[in-house]
């Protein structure tokens, strides 16, 4: 079982849509970083969250720490919201390092 | 504020050639963080420098080494690749060592090994 877990692996919705992605993770964590990736590689931080929840814009991340899991969500979503959203913890054990899930391959239709 | 650049962006290369990637991290920080992305994977940690010095090590064999300069700056060097090697290298920036901090990917380079 991986560390960190993400769901849906790949997710197709209309514009407009709420969305919602899913991470749950089973190891002792510093933080809990959202990213997304773009066609081509690149990769932006989109939130760094411990507890609580954080909003920027049209994005929402939460994380429940007793449960070990976290959400991110997008509302009004648009076609250029479409990329790989990637969930990563930060370890607090061993080497301090980013283990990170699978990504969610968002599709935003027009 | 200068964003986070690496070089080269593409590169191809055949089993047992040795290859250097560079990474210049953002101004005002002191942390550089290494990973490998196989195609259609999430990234995987290869290692961290903070002020020059490793600061932690994921789980790859020793052929894969590293080095940051007194300007931050940071090398990725692997030896004797294996066609396995081919994936995506991603560095990342950051103020402060560890794993709490916010994190700023370089573009990535493209390794292929032939």
């Known amino acids: 079982k991986n560390e960190v877990e993400q769901s849906p692996q790949n997710l197709t919705a209309q514009e407009g849509e709420f969305i919602t992605i899913n991470c749950s993770y089973s190891?002792?964590?510093?933080?809990l970083h959202w990213l997304q990736q773009h066609p081509g590689g690149g990769i932006v931080s989109l939130f760094m969250?411990?507890?609580g929840k954080k909003k920027h814009g049209r994005l929402i991340a939460t994380i429940n720490i007793q449960e070990k899991h976290s959400s991110l969500h997008i509302t009004a979503s648009h076609p250029r919201d479409s990329a790989v959203y990637i969930c990563a913890v930060g370890t607090k054990q061993g080497a301090q390092k980013l283990v990170f899930g699978q990504g969610t391959r968002l599709t935003i239709n027009p | 504020e200068t964003g986070v650049t690496q070089s080269p962006t593409h590169l191809i290369k055949t089993r047992g050639q040795q290859v250097t990637l560079r990474c210049s991290s953002q101004s005002g920080h002191n942390t550089v963080s290494w990973y490998q992305q196989a195609l259609g994977q999430g990234p995987q940690f290869i290692f961290q420098?903070?002020?020059?010095?490793?600061?932690g090590r994921g789980n790859f064999p020793p052929r894969f080494s590293g080095l940051q300069f007194p300007n931050y700056s940071s090398e990725l060097n692997v030896n004797a690749l294996e066609l396995d090697d081919s994936a995506l290298y991603l560095c990342a920036s950051s103020r402060a060592g560890g794993s709490g901090e916010t994190q700023y990917f370089g573009p990535g380079t493209r390794l292929l090994v032939l």
């Open positions: 190891v002792g964590i510093s933080a």
């Open positions: 969250l411990s507890s």
């Open positions: 420098y903070y002020r020059e010095e490793e600061n």
